[in-house]
Nanobody, 114 residues
Framework: QVQLVESGGGLVQPGGSLRLSCAAS????????MSWYRQAPGKERELVAG???????NYADSVKGRFTISRDNAKKTMYLQMNSLKPEDTAVYYC????????WGQGTQVIVSS
């Protein structure tokens, strides 16, 4: 079955960087668009960035110029490089793929605080 496992979250100071990873299994990773979402406390889950099977990317306005999404089809892994982190980036970050329905990983916590 589809499995998405996120890693790389943690506590970081404002202005710092983190790299999130999403290891995928149970489906043909290379043919699917993949996405990162996040959910902050008390807020709805929101799209952060997406990457198509051809590598085309899109970003939420709030992260443009700071975050970079990428994928390695050979490793069946998606990444989110997060630079210049702000306290408002604090959230649980989820890896996601849509196939018949949206599938989610368990999430990885990112806390940006001094």
């Amino acid at each position: 079955q589809v499995q998405l496992v996120e890693s790389g979250g943690g506590l970081v100071q404002p202005g710092g960087s983190l790299r999130l990873s999403c290891a995928a299994s149970g489906f043909t990773f290379s043919i699917y668009a993949m996405s990162w979402y996040r959910q902050a406390p008390g807020k709805e889950r929101e799209l952060v960035a997406g990457i198509g099977n051809g590598g085309r990317t899109n970003y939420a306005d709030s992260v443009k110029g700071r975050f970079t999404i990428s994928r390695d089809n050979a490793k069946k892994t998606m990444y989110l490089q997060m630079n210049s982190l702000k306290p408002e980036d604090t959230a649980v970050y989820y890896c996601s793929v849509f196939m018949m329905s949206r599938k989610w990983g368990q999430g990885t916590q990112v806390i940006v605080s001094s």
